[in-house]
């Protein structure tokens, strides 16, 4: 089958030639050149002409040595009988002479005054002088650029203007056209194979190629294929790319833009080029039509903020009409859109009949990172010490543009080594700097340093004896990003549903550092700002959504009806009564002191290991998973390297000394 012929969706473009780049400019410059070049041959006189003086000329009169004047107005043009020497540095008509040997020149030029001379032709005539006189008449060239230049000016800027007329009445007739890019089967497109971390949405999908391919297959059975497919995720899941596999395998014309291309000032225009673009994909059909960010048009109408505009609202409803006209068209055209807020969505778009499925393309699991970063390290220098397995372990939660963006950094990073190859060393470097934030560089007292290393130290320590707990990745104290400390955490694989006693683990790890300054410094601090505030949204939702208290028993107690145009910030009023907000206000303050009794408990038992691996942080500043453990152990770690700047240990005057608060310890 030969290839469909590439068609630009706002037709022809062709803006006519310039006035000034036609080839008919173009033969005029070319003769005008020419005819330029002709005068200065032609003109330019053969032999030296010397400009004498009106004194010099006259005297040359006296004498007798002119033959021949020619009169034109003031200028005389004269032959002499003996030809007179020219000195080197003379000027000469067409130059100035030089060099050091002189010249004979036979033929003068002069200039009468101004004032005239009456007795100039009776001195001619007396010396019996032929005198010629002549009128000076102007060139061909001047003739006709003189006479007919004014009105050549005049219709060239008539027709330009003429011109810029048409091309914007031509662009106020296009303002209504779809400004989708339409590329064909015959260009290199993306694959399936090129598609990983999304094998279900791959099977959901293969049944639209599949009926692209061959659809009296289906049409034999009385099946139909579905006329929209809404592709649903958070973003960076490739979603767009999954869209573009589709049309790759199937090798269908396909059409993409964006919703809100559609959305003008002039109410109307957005519908107009909803029509102009089904018409196109219906003549190519069969033809794919994808549509990103749908929930720019695809708002729910009459919801207030996000609603009410005229335009977005018509052409939301022309969508509407076009995908129900799909049953009359001959050609198969299939809808495949976009979002990542499917909650607010107009209900007409999804009901059956229109977008038929919505295909979820969720956060990849472990193997599908690891396939997302085998595709991304094609063609890069990676080296044999990277195990992308272990870096997909360590990157729970990426999408596939995190891993992306993961690879890229790791990538900037081996440039800026000035290294060969990528390498694991490279890709640690990267993960840190996009999960814990840059270094920077902070001025800090010894005793600060000492806080910040007993806070992380008690993070780490409580989670390395609460049960259930993930595994300490790394402990710094090197601030990054918005924090002076940072303890990461290695999950050992993909959790899809949480225990009571995992999440009871994560409250007790969360309490660590504030826990590790009341028990060694006997003062608490700021630091534990972010901890607090996860450790209240992960207790209230235990308490009030997921029926993890014995207070509040089984009941769902929301925040509230969330409006998803308005936020969290404005939600709607509470479902439940004001005593059953008091209580459930108790049952996750009980929960939270309990946890962190149960974490000062900890550290207390285990003091000893907590100043080993505060002081350990305070030589290292960084240690890693298998460091940790082996302090916890009780083992001893080797001296730090010798270029270290920081102490060994803290100076004694400075080295905190428990005071325990009374009321703190659980009785």
């Known amino acids: 089958m030969l290839p469909r012929q590439s068609r630009r969706p706002d037709g022809p473009q062709s803006g006519g030639p310039s006035m000034f780049g036609g080839p008919g400019m173009r033969w005029l410059m070319l003769l005008l050149g020419l005819t330029l070049v002709w005068n200065i041959f032609t003109l330019r006189p053969t032999t030296p002409m010397i400009d004498l003086p009106y004194s010099s000329f006259l005297d040359q009169v006296q004498a007798g040595n002119v033959t021949k004047v020619d009169l034109n107005d003031q200028q005389v043009r004269g032959v002499l009988v003996t030809a007179i020497s020219v000195p080197a540095g003379t000027s000469v008509s067409g130059g100035t002479l030089f060099g050091s040997a002189p010249t004979k020149a036979d033929q003068f030029t002069s200039t009468i005054p101004a004032v005239g001379d009456l007795s100039l032709l009776p001195l001619l005539r007396e010396k019996k002088v032929e005198v010629v006189a002549s009128v000076q008449n102007p060139s061909l060239f001047?003739?006709?650029?003189?006479?007919?230049?004014?009105?050549?000016?005049?219709?060239?800027?008539?027709?330009?203007?003429?011109?810029?007329?048409?091309?914007?009445?031509?662009?106020?007739?296009?303002?209504?056209?779809?400004?989708?890019?339409?590329?064909?089967?015959?260009?290199?497109?993306?694959?399936?194979?090129?598609?990983?971390?999304?094998?279900?949405?791959?099977?959901?999908?293969?049944?639209?190629?599949?009926?692209?391919?061959?659809?009296?297959?289906?049409?034999?059975?009385?099946?139909?294929?579905?006329?929209?497919?809404?592709?649903?995720?958070?973003?960076?899941?490739g979603k767009t790319l999954l869209a573009k596999a589709v049309a790759g395998e199937a090798e269908v014309p396909f059409f993409s833009t964006s919703a809100s291309e559609?959305?003008?000032?002039?109410?109307?225009?957005?519908?107009?080029?909803?029509?102009?673009?089904?018409?196109?994909a219906r003549r190519n059909g069969p033809a794919i039509v994808f549509i990103d960010e749908l929930d720019a048009i695809g708002?729910?109408?009459?919801?207030?903020?996000?609603?009410?505009?005229?335009?977005?609202?018509?052409?939301?409803?022309?969508?509407?009409?076009?995908?129900?006209?799909?049953?009359?068209?001959?050609?198969?055209?299939?809808?495949?859109?976009?979002?990542?807020?499917?909650?607010?969505?107009?209900?007409?778009?999804?009901?059956?009949?229109?977008?038929?499925?919505?295909?979820?393309?969720?956060?990849?699991?472990?193997?599908?990172?690891?396939?997302?970063?085998r595709i991304h390290m094609r063609g890069k220098p990676v080296a044999t010490d990277v195990d992308p397995s272990i870096v997909a372990r360590q990157t729970p939660g990426f999408a596939g543009a995190d891993l992306?963006?993961?690879?890229?950094?790791?990538?900037?990073?081996?440039?800026?080594?000035?290294?060969?190859?990528?390498?694991?060393?490279?890709?640690?470097?990267?993960?840190?700097?996009?999960?814990?934030?840059?270094?920077?560089?902070?001025?800090?007292?010894?005793?600060?340093?000492?806080?910040?290393?007993?806070?992380?130290?008690?993070?780490?320590?409580?989670?390395?004896l609460v049960p259930e707990s993930d595994p300490v990745n790394k402990v710094t104290i090197i601030p990054r990003g918005r924090a002076l400390g940072v303890t990461e955490y290695l999950p050992e694989g993909d959790r899809f549903n949480y225990s009571r006693q995992f999440l009871r683990s994560q409250l007790a790890t969360l309490f660590g550092g504030r826990a590790a300054e009341q028990v060694a410094i006997g003062e608490i601090t700021t630091g534990a700002e972010n901890d607090l505030q996860r450790a209240t949204q992960l207790a209230r939702r235990m308490v009030g959504r997921w029926g993890m208290s014995d207070e509040m028993g089984l009941l769902f107690a929301s925040e509230g009806t969330e409006n998803p145009f308005l936020g969290r910030e404005m939600a709607g009023p509470r479902d439940h009564s004001e005593a059953t907000a008091a209580r459930l206000d108790d049952a996750v303050r009980k929960l939270l002191d309990e946890r962190m009794h149960t974490a000062i408990r900890l550290l207390t038992e285990n003091r000893s290991t907590l100043d080993r691996l505060a002081l350990t942080l305070l030589e290292y500043e960084t240690l890693d998973r298998s460091q940790v453990e082996a302090i916890v152990r009780g083992e001893e770690l080797p001296p730090p390297p010798k270029d270290a700047t920081v102490p060994a240990t803290i100076p004694p005057s400075d080295r905190p000394t428990p005071r325990p608060r009374p009321g703190i310890l659980p009785a």
């Not at 599949?210 to 960076?236: E, H, M, Q, T, W």
């Not at 005229?310 to 299939?334: A, C, H, K, W, Y």
């Open 142 to 237: 001047w003739n006709i650029l003189l006479s007919f230049g004014p009105v050549l000016l005049i219709g060239g800027l008539f027709i330009f203007m003429m011109r810029q007329q048409t091309r914007g009445q031509q662009n106020v007739f296009s303002f209504g056209k779809s400004r989708a890019k339409s590329h064909t089967g015959d260009k290199p497109t993306v694959k399936f194979a090129d598609v990983a971390g999304a094998e279900e949405a791959k099977r959901e999908l293969s049944e639209v190629v599949d009926f692209l391919k061959s659809p009296d297959r289906y049409k034999r059975l009385g099946a139909k294929i579905p006329r929209g497919v809404l592709l649903v995720g958070p973003p960076g899941t």
């Open 262 to 280: 559609f959305v003008e000032l002039f109410v109307g225009v957005g519908a107009s080029r909803v029509r102009d673009l089904f018409d196109q």
């Open 299 to 373: 708002r729910q109408r009459g919801a207030g903020m996000g609603g009410g505009n005229d335009e977005r609202e018509q052409t939301l409803n022309q969508i509407l009409v076009e995908m129900d006209g799909f049953e009359t068209s001959p050609t198969p055209v299939i809808i495949i859109a976009a979002t990542n807020r499917p909650d607010v969505l107009d209900p007409a778009l999804l009901r059956p009949g229109r977008f038929d499925r919505q295909v979820t393309v969720g956060l990849p699991d472990v193997r599908g990172r690891e396939a997302i970063l």
């Open 404 to 464: 992306a963006n993961l690879v890229n950094e790791a990538a900037i990073h081996a440039a800026r080594h000035t290294a060969r190859q990528v390498t694991a060393q490279h890709f640690r470097e990267a993960l840190d700097k996009i999960v814990l934030g840059t270094e920077r560089p902070v001025l800090m007292s010894e005793q600060e340093r000492a806080v910040i290393a007993y806070h992380e130290a008690g993070h780490a320590l409580v989670s390395s």
